[in-house]
């Protein structure tokens, strides 16, 4: 696709179960952001991942949250054992980091989170 | 560490006035810096971006900023509002080591008929 796809686009789960949220990057893009909004608010980053480097993890707020990056491509985000404040806008970007950083970041649409 | 700051909530216009959105940020090295846009139930939209050469950058939507370095500062204009620019704006900034993209508190613009 032409931009950046992120699903389900929205996801409501119960409190304690666990979810998957996905992300499919601009082709081609080795550079990839998963960040979270809370209602109106700014963005929180989450996690950063670079080609075959080893992801920033520094921005998951705890041992609940993981993201794996398949084949350099596309990336899922889970949430284990989900709790009321988990509840947000899960935002994912890509960009192409190659030949500079100075590339700027394609937002998806973001996955609307609520647990109930 | 990097970090941006977006010193005003909300931001009021009248139709067909100049609008100005600051920021302001701190880096470590070179900065690159870019402003979104978010509407409603939606992403975040590139607007533009300052990665070097002219101080004055002009973008998307007839948007313009102007980086100014002595006062690590890079507000974002337009010189007349439209209704339809009223969204949520966000600055951005990432260092030449290639970090990820620090984002400001956002700033709401309500441009008024």
């Known amino acids: 696709g032409a931009g950046v796809s992120q699903s389900p686009s929205n996801k409501v789960t119960e409190k304690g179960k666990d979810v998957e949220l996905r992300c499919d990057p601009i082709?081609?893009?080795?550079?990839l952001y998963w960040y979270r909004q809370s209602l109106g608010q700014g963005l929180e980053f989450l996690i950063y991942?670079?080609?075959?480097?080893?992801?920033?993890k520094s921005g998951l707020p705890s041992d609940r949250f993981s993201a794996e990056r398949t084949g350099g491509s596309v990336s899922t985000l889970t949430i284990q054992r989900t709790q009321q404040e988990d509840s947000a806008v899960y935002l994912c970007?890509?960009?192409?980091?190659?030949?500079?950083?100075?590339?700027?970041?394609?937002f998806g649409q973001g996955t609307r989170l609520t647990v109930v | 560490a990097q970090s941006v700051a977006q010193p005003e909530d909300q931001v009021n216009v009248a139709e067909g006035n100049p609008l100005t959105v600051k920021c302001t940020y701190s880096?470590?090295?070179?900065?690159?810096l870019f402003w979104y846009v978010q509407y409603p139930n939606r992403g975040l939209q590139f607007l533009l971006k300052?990665?070097?050469?002219?101080?004055l950058v002009k973008g998307s939507y007839g948007f313009e900023a102007e980086f100014n370095k002595s006062q690590t500062s890079f507000h974002l204009k337009k010189p007349s509002a439209l209704v339809s620019d009223s969204a949520l704006y966000f600055c951005?900034?990432?260092?030449?080591?290639?970090?990820?993209?620090?984002f400001g508190p956002g700033t709401r613009l309500s441009v008024l008929p």
């Open positions: 970007a890509s960009s192409l980091e190659a030949p500079s950083v100075g590339t700027e970041a394609f």
């Open positions: 082709s081609g893009h080795t550079a």
């Open positions: 991942f670079q080609g075959n480097s080893a992801p920033d």
């Open positions: 880096v470590s090295g070179n900065p690159y």
């Open positions: 300052y990665i070097t050469g002219d101080n």
């Open positions: 951005a900034v990432r260092d030449s080591y290639g970090q990820n993209f620090v």
